[in-house]
């Protein structure tokens, strides 16, 4: 059975064609600013484009993004 993350990155590909989406609250205003970047459902951002947004950076081990100023939380 999938989890919630899952079924995301699911919807996202089908969608969009990738799996670049993030929760809302994990956005600044800054990073949302461009509306035509994004859309916006239920909380969740799915991004337009298949890239990582300013600030942000990709973990290859767990395939997630996560700001420039912190660590990634995987268990690489």
């Known amino acids: 059975m999938q989890d919630d993350s ?3 990155d699911d919807y996202c590909r ?15 205003k800054k ?3 461009n509306k035509d970047e994004y859309v ?17 950076s990709y973990c290859e081990g767990c395939e997630d993004s996560y700001p420039d100023d912190e660590d990634c939380n995987c268990e690489q």
């Not at 089908?14 to 809302?24: P, Q």
């Not at 459902?41 to 942000?56: A, F, T």
Request: aromatic content about 18%; cysteine-free.
């Open 14 to 28: 089908e969608r969009f064609g990738h799996s670049n989406w993030g929760y809302l609250s994990t956005y600044t």
């Open 40 to 56: 916006l459902q239920g909380g969740i951002v799915y991004w337009l484009k298949d890239d990582i947004p300013d600030g942000w």
């Open 31 to 33: 990073e949302l600013a």
């Open 6 to 8: 899952e079924r995301r």
